[in-house]
């Protein structure tokens, strides 16, 4: 179990106007850390409470099953595995259609402190009498703030404040944001997490002012969930402080030039403390403790084990045998590389090759011949289509013609031509006369005599 180097206290209440707490909070310590947790559920009574209670057990099951070296990776991969059991609740049980939650979690391993998000319950840092959000919300109305769409106090009484860009357990996929910085926290240092209950009623100054109060943990938390319900208390409120009790004690000697984590990138104001430490990345030590590991290393020992390397060399030699057999089948039967300073020549020997090696490559591929034949019928069926349309356009101009240039001693030579009469065509057109038949779009030359014609 970890050292503790905190204190903290928490409080989750219904609100003042639903009737039920959706919300679900969760601390838990295991081998890789402590874990505070704030899920805000939605999607109906049954739905929301669900998928709150679901994500925050997953991420405890997620972290008290393995030892992780990485815990902002972990993170991700614990929220998204939540995301899944969710999704999937939600899938087998028609009642929880549609159900979700926003979460934020917090985790302190080694003095550090580490996050991740989705969805608007937040997390702040209450630092040297300053407070700093640490998340930016997935909603409707941040990304208009982001935009320059709209300012942060017109967000705040924005009509699609509620109305979220993520959440967990909604899809089979869920994009989480993790922390960029880590940060080595020092004493007084205090973390608040919190559904959107408390920072929808509460302002970031209101939250400040009771955070400054001289006050016990657990004292703030009621009186933060008190004040948002005299503020209406339209929604569940959940809070959860993690105040840090003493500074982290590390071996790693102080640069003179160098940010403490503890600050990051974000924009505090204050004096930088100059006993702080910067923080050596993980992936650093990680690099030194395998150069230790090589320098310090008896080849003869059977603890080494070659076969990692054994397997690469195999692989690359594959790979070399693969090549040369692909060159001796086009370039080297060629040695195209050897010009022979004749133009001609070498731009035949190579139009030469370049059509073996897509012969070879086209022969041995069952793919590409399918394309292929796929691709001539097709071509056969385009020009056989376009001689037809050709043709119909060729009847069409001569039929215009005919039709233009009709005469009723056009007719007579039409009647004879066919074997019929100029009295039968007029009776199988329904006409009187024969310059009725000028200018029609069809017209009809019977070969026998029609019913009712001389």
Not at 141 to 166: C, F
Not at 259 to 288: C, F, H, L, N
Not at 361 to 381: F, G, H, I, R, T
Not at 402 to 409: F, G
Request: aromatic share 8%; with cysteine; proline share 2%.
């Amino acid at each position: 179990m970890p050292t503790q180097n905190f204190r903290f206290g928490n409080h989750t209440d219904i609100g003042k106007v639903r009737t039920q707490n959706e919300d679900y909070m969760g601390f838990f310590e295991n081998q890789n850390g402590s874990f505070f947790v704030v899920c805000d559920g939605m999607g109906g009574h049954a739905g929301g409470a669900t998928a709150s209670q679901t994500t925050v057990q997953s991420i405890k099951d997620f972290f008290s099953q393995d030892t992780f070296t990485d815990t902002k990776q972990a993170l991700y991969q614990a929220i998204t595995q939540a995301n899944l059991k969710v999704y999937e609740k939600a899938l087998n049980d028609r009642s929880l259609s549609g159900m979700g939650t926003t979460c934020v979690v917090l985790a302190i391993k080694d003095n550090k402190i580490y996050y991740a998000h989705v969805g608007d319950s937040r997390l702040y840092m209450y630092m040297n009498g300053e407070l700093v959000r640490l998340t930016q919300d997935h909603s409707v109305v941040q990304n208009l703030v982001a935009q320059g769409i709209i300012t942060e106090e017109e967000a705040e009484t924005h009509p699609r404040r509620n109305e979220l860009m993520r959440a967990v357990g909604t899809s089979s996929f869920v994009d989480v944001e993790v922390c960029k910085d880590i940060y080595i926290p020092k004493k007084g240092d205090t973390f608040l997490l919190c559904s959107d209950g408390l920072c929808g009623l509460l302002s970031d100054a209101g939250i400040k002012e009771i955070l400054e109060k001289p006050i016990d943990l657990q004292r703030k938390c009621l009186q933060l969930v008190e004040t948002a319900n005299a503020l209406g208390g339209y929604d569940n409120i959940t809070v959860q402080l993690i105040e840090i009790t003493k500074n982290a004690d590390f071996s790693v000697p102080i640069e003179d030039d160098f940010v403490p984590a503890s600050i990051g990138k974000t924009a505090i104001k204050g004096k930088i403390d100059a006993q702080a430490i910067e923080e050596i990345p993980e992936k650093t030590i990680k690099r030194r403790q395998q150069i230790d590991t090589i320098i310090n290393m008896d080849t003869d020992s059977e603890s080494f084990d070659f076969a990692p390397y054994l397997t690469k060399i195999f692989i690359g030699l594959l790979i070399c045998v693969g090549v040369y057999v692909l060159y001796e089948k086009t370039l080297g039967k060629y040695k195209i590389f050897g010009t022979t300073g004749d133009i001609k020549g070498d731009s035949v020997k190579a139009i030469g090759l370049q059509n073996q090696f897509y012969g070879y490559v086209y022969n041995s591929s069952p793919a590409l011949q399918n394309a292929k034949k796929n691709y001539d019928v097709v071509k056969k069926e385009i020009n056989e289509l376009r001689e037809l349309k050709n043709e119909l356009l060729k009847r069409k101009t001569e039929f215009e013609t005919i039709r233009n240039s009709l005469s009723e001693e056009k007719i007579t030579e039409m009647a004879k031509r066919y074997g019929s009469k100029v009295e039968w065509i007029l009776k199988a057109n329904q006409v009187q006369k024969t310059s009725d038949l000028i200018g029609r779009d069809s017209l009809i030359v019977p070969k026998e005599r029609p019913a009712g014609a001389e």
